[in-house]
């Protein structure tokens, strides 16, 4: 039998899914499943948005330009001019998701064997994006005891040497919810412009910051032209995942251009995400006002809800709609999977009982031993279901502790 490639067996289970053959077992016994794994919201599409998609008068899905369509463009360079960002059209890429967006910049960065570097905890398709492109990822690791704040310089600055290419951030962070200060990010500019390095900033879920500061991109940093490469999608802030519309955003030519002959090889990005993604953008502030407002609500009443369960540790997140909370177990993955395969909450309330699916959080780290504890719980559902899941974690992790 042939065999399969190395680079396939390395590459690593998502996290974030790899438990869904459980998830799914325990809906076909009857079992009501509160996802808290997945970044999936559960608000709906701006109506806006789908109107333009039902009332699209064409006779062929047409392949578009390999950069994006130029209304959608023009209609990214409109979004950040409103937060101070001047831009052209050329400085937009129209990628199939955040994901190809940040496939793409590595490899149009990077030679194999190159590196780049990342705060950890990070969203773990960075390992496997790095891993397809045949690039070393090497982390620094933030503590859920400062909150996951930027680690220190001297940290970050001791793993740099001739094969390091750039430093990757999420910001706001991706599984932490923790959000960059002006501060740490001129910190990291200041190591960038020393070392003549890359600075990738994945800033998807830039509407979601609870903060009382306005949100600043690497591109509001000065000289940093050159350097900065910005990673965005549609997905998030318009509760539109499934269209795939993501987005490369950079002020350096020599970078777009390189960019687009990925972008060119594989043809174009989806005719019908992009029509949805234009028709977003503009008119949708009522939606998006809403949005921001009903994700404050449920953040405070989740964070709220997990500490106050015996043993959980979770940090006030001051972005996205995640964040990363230590459990009183010694294997979160043993008792994830647990969770769906062995446990079921029924208080008569919801008929076959209930459980929760969350995210081992090891898998969040390039060191697994760090997140062994740790699970990350994303509170994209409403506060009923939320109430419910918190309920059903208590009882869960008390029924656990007792076997364990």
């Known amino acids: 039998m042939p065999k399969i490639s190395q680079k396939g067996e390395r590459l690593p289970l ?51 330009h390999s950069q994006g369509i130029l209304p959608l463009r023009q209609g990214i360079v409109r ?64 503590y859920i005891e400062d909150g996951f704040a930027l680690p220190p310089v001297e940290e970050i600055e001791k793993l740099i040497n001739t094969r390091t290419k750039a430093i990757m ?3 706001p962070n991706n599984p932490t919810g923790y959000v960059y200060s002006r501060e740490e990010l001129m910190a990291i500019r200041k190591i960038a412009l020393k070392h ?31 350097h900065a490469i910005v990673i965005d999608s549609m997905s998030k802030r318009y509760s539109e995942c499934g269209i795939r519309v993501g ?39 009522q939606y998006s006002r809403e949005c921001y407002e009903e994700y404050i609500a449920r953040r405070d ?3 709220e809800g997990l500490n106050r369960i015996p043993g959980v540790v979770s940090p006030m997140p001051k972005g996205a709609f995640y964040t990363v909370a230590s459990l009183p177990v010694e294997d979160t993955e043993d008792f994830c999977r647990w969770m769906l395969s062995d446990f079921v909450y029924n208080d008569g309330t919801v008929p076959g009982g209930e459980t929760v699916m969350m ?34 974690l208590e009882a869960g992790l008390a029924e656990y502790q007792r076997h364990h």
Do not use: W
């Open 196 to 226: 003549d390095l890359f600075v990738i900033g994945d800033e998807v879920y830039r509407e979601f910051l609870y903060t009382d500061d306005p949100f600043v991109s690497l591109l509001h940093l000065p000289d940093l032209d050159q």
């Open 14 to 64: 998502s996290p974030i899914r790899k438990l869904t053959p459980y998830a799914d077992d325990a809906k076909r016994r009857g079992v009501k499943v509160y996802h808290l794994n997945i970044g999936q919201p559960d608000l709906p599409t701006p109506q806006k948005a789908l109107d333009a998609l039902h009332n699209l008068d064409i006779r062929t899905i047409s392949y578009t």
């Open 247 to 285: 987005m490369v955003v950079s002020r350096n030519q020599e970078v777009m251009k390189t960019l687009l002959k990925f972008a060119q090889s594989r043809l174009c990005p989806p005719h019908l995400g992009q029509v949805v993604a234009e028709a977003s953008i503009d008119g949708t502030e």
């Open 359 to 392: 995210a081992p959080a090891s898998g969040f780290y390039n060191m697994p031993a760090f997140g062994k504890n740790q699970v990350r719980l994303a509170y994209v559902l409403c506060k009923e279901d939320l109430a419910r899941a918190l309920t059903v």
């Open 79 to 142: 979004y950040y001019s409103r937060s101070g960002i001047h831009l052209s059209e050329d400085d937009v890429i129209v990628t199939t998701g955040g994901s190809e967006a940040l496939l793409f910049t590595l490899m149009a960065l990077m030679d194999p064997g190159d590196e780049v570097i990342m705060m950890e905890p990070t969203y773990a398709n960075y390992f496997t994006f790095a891993h397809i492109a045949g690039v070393n990822a090497r982390t620094v690791t933030s």
């Open 169 to 171: 951030i999420c910001n």
């Open 301 to 303: 009443f989740f964070i």
